[in-house]
């Protein structure tokens, strides 16, 4: 009989303010790179809570979702591994100042689309940038949708 499969949970955050998406400067792999706020689902918390979670270790802020964007599934061949990554929205009423808590956060950015594509290779994940696109089209889940009993 084989192992079961267990893609790897991810939560991210989309904030957003004015045309302008806060975004994390941080270290992966000994490289700089640029990514939403972002990390793992841990046991015994919800899928938001996650998501809580990472957006105040890696950016100081407290955020209350208003929404999912969209949920992704993605394979990095480079590292074989597979994600189902949640992706929430939540907008804010100014560009507010960060203040990372993670050691591998360098600082929390506030930049336009155009400034995030323009980094290029640094950009952590296509999940980023597809993210992005998909908030700016439209894509819109209700909350309602996650159904969590734990």
């Keep these: 009989m084989s192992e079961q499969f267990k893609p790897n949970a991810t939560v991210a955050a989309i904030i957003y303010h004015q045309d302008k ?12 790179v640029y990514n939403q706020p972002a990390g793992h689902l841990e046991a015994n918390e ?53 203040a990372p808590r993670d050691s591998d956060i360098i600082q929390a950015l506030w930049l336009t689309k155009q400034q995030l594509a323009a980094k290029g ?14 908030f700016l089209k439209g894509d819109r889940y209700e909350l309602s949708i996650l159904h969590e009993k734990i």
Excluded: W
Excluded at 26 to 31: L, P
Excluded at 124 to 133: A, E, N, Y
């Design 121 to 134: 290779e640094q950009i952590r994940s296509p999940l980023v940038m597809q993210g992005i696109d998909d």
């Design 46 to 98: 919800t899928i938001v809570e996650a998501l809580q979670r990472e957006v105040l270790e890696e950016t100081g802020l407290t955020v209350e979702p208003g929404y999912i964007s969209g949920i992704y599934y993605h394979y990095r061949q480079d590292i074989n591994l597979h994600f189902l990554r949640f992706c929430f929205v939540c907008q804010l009423d100014d560009c507010c100042e960060t």
């Design 21 to 32: 998406f806060l975004i994390v400067e941080e270290i992966d792999d000994g490289k700089i």
